[in-house]
């Protein structure tokens, strides 16, 4: 067993490239620790609260081209998210793991779709690939 076979790559197959991080377990969690210290959300309702005030604070960060300010806003969103995850007893990091997955599957379903009517990505409108999208969906 242990075989290292590597899968034969197709020329021009854009490759869809998902970086995976270490468990949430092994890393120093500041909201466990400061959950546990008792700075936490009572109410979900609240923390969808925080959810709405980042994502306005990241809208006005990005139309005010705020460019040093967009990637901390991303991170609070990000890490509120995480809050609302754990709040609903959901691993987060596994959530985000699964709709990669799915993204990908989806994708490659497209690409075969186009393939197999003889266009490419580039030759394919927004509006037909979400047709492919949307059909991947139901499959």
């Known amino acids: 067993m242990g075989r290292n076979k590597k ?3 197709e020329p021009n197959k854009p490759k869809l490239h998902i970086r995976q991080y270490p468990k949430e377990s092994s890393q120093p969690n500041s909201s466990a620790k ?3 210290e008792g700075f936490d959300w009572d109410k979900i309702s609240d923390v969808f609260k925080k959810l709405d005030e980042e994502v306005s604070e990241f809208k006005e960060a990005v139309l005010s081209k705020k460019n040093n300010e967009v990637q901390s806003e991303v991170g609070d969103i990000l890490f509120t998210l995480v809050n609302i995850a754990k709040f609903v007893k959901v691993d987060a990091e596994e959530a985000l793991r ?4 799915k993204f990908s599957k989806r994708f490659r379903f497209i690409e075969h779709e186009i393939k197999k009517n003889g266009q490419t990505l580039k030759e394919t409108s927004l509006e037909e690939m979400e047709r492919y999208w949307q059909k991947a969906k139901n499959e």
């Open 98 to 101: 699964s709709t990669n997955n």
């Open 34 to 36: 400061a959950a546990k």
């Open 7 to 9: 899968k034969r790559e």
